[in-house]
């Protein structure tokens, strides 16, 4: 069964410091990663799409990598703000033509 | 933020009754699709559109019902609302099909709140 787990369920973290989600997956076989925020009452927006050649990619103080063949990935926050107070999904694509979704990683940056 | 509208924003409708959900974009994408998000699931796929009048299920596809006779217009109908259905409503587009692998992004509304009492 295609699965996507993602840890913690949720954090809060001071402003300015740095932070990292993690995502598991045992979709099979493997087409593409990606990482959304989701603001309260709002619809997911896309930060990055990684397929299995890429290692990391960044997306301004938001850097992701992926390891393919541990079948994990992570989510760096860097000098985090207020913003960035959300929910952050991690999806792959794969496994019998189709996107599984986790269930995300609250995170609450706070003064 | 990519040209999506999704109507109404929040709906309370009654067990039994049609509810019927549009989303309309402005990007000229082929495909849509419609999304349900529910505590402790991620986001999952009731059907999904890849063209005027083509439509295929989703893997919650129960009790739904969609149609596309316009590339800008993708609805979505609960033809008697239950209080399983209770949930946020995502619409989503994108330029090629995220479901074969495609890397295309995947751009979403933000969303229609429904409660069935």
């Known amino acids: 069964k295609n699965q996507v787990e993602q840890s913690p369920q949720s954090l809060i973290i001071l402003e300015g410091k740095n932070c990292t989600l993690q995502c598991n997956y045992t979709v099979s076989p493997f087409s593409n990663l990606r990482w959304y925020k989701q603001d309260t009452g709002r619809g997911p927006v896309s930060l990055t799409i990684m397929t299995f050649s890429e290692n990391t990619k960044s997306n301004g103080r938001y850097t992701a990598t992926l390891d393919a063949d541990t079948k994990q990935s992570s989510l760096h926050i860097t000098a985090s703000q207020l913003s960035d107070s959300a929910s952050y999904i991690c999806?792959?694509?794969?496994?019998?033509?189709?996107?599984?979704f986790g269930t995300g990683t609250q995170l609450k940056v706070e003064l | 933020d990519a040209g999506i509208t999704q109507s109404p924003r929040h709906k309370v409708t009654e067990t039994g009754t049609p509810v019927t959900l549009r989303c309309h974009q402005t990007e000229n994408h082929r495909y849509m699709y419609w999304y349900r998000q529910d505590p402790g699931h991620g986001l999952r796929l009731i059907h999904y559109?890849?063209?005027?009048?083509?439509?295929d299920k989703g893997e919650v596809s129960d009790g739904y019902s969609v149609s596309r006779s316009k590339t800008e217009d993708f609805l979505l109908t609960l033809e008697s609302a239950t209080s399983s259905q209770t949930s946020v409503y995502f619409c989503?587009?994108?330029?090629?099909?995220?479901?074969?692998?495609?890397?295309?992004?995947?751009?979403f509304g933000n969303g229609t709140r429904l409660t069935v009492t």
């Open positions: 999806v792959v694509a794969g496994g019998g033509n189709k996107l599984t």
């Open positions: 559109s890849y063209g005027v009048k083509d439509t």
């Open positions: 989503a587009i994108s330029e090629s099909d995220v479901n074969r692998g495609m890397r295309s992004p995947l751009h």
